[in-house]
């Protein structure tokens, strides 16, 4: 893949730049933090990848991607405020009960 062939070239350079994951290709947001393509000999202005649209279009993915992990995270997060605002009600509920038997006036204003 493009990325092995990435470390290849790095590691053939002198003197050699370190390895690269994908992790780090995803944090990098433009092209000029690839010190690598600096000292190329490739012109990469007409590669796909160089193109606004395509950039666009990886950014987008990028956020699609996210914006699924997302919600995974805030389903969790929904089932808790609910059981949250139920086990509120519930002990609401026996508070007023038990207010009624000693202070009827206080458990109907609650």
Do not use: M
Not at 61 to 74: G, R
């Amino acid at each position: 893949n493009a990325l092995s062939h990435y470390n290849v070239q790095a590691a053939a350079l002198d003197p050699p730049h370190p390895p690269l994951s994908w992790k780090d290709i995803t944090e990098y947001s433009f092209l000029g933090e690839f010190d690598l393509l600096w000292q190329s000999c490739t012109d990469i202005c007409e590669l796909d990848w160089t193109k606004p649209a395509h950039q666009e279009a990886t950014v987008k993915y990028f956020k699609l991607c996210h914006a699924h992990e997302e919600i995974k995270c805030l389903n969790v997060e929904v089932w808790r405020l609910h059981t949250s605002i139920h086990d509120e009600e519930v002990k609401t509920t026996a508070v007023i009960d038990k207010l009624s038997v000693s202070n009827p006036l206080l458990s109907l204003e609650l």
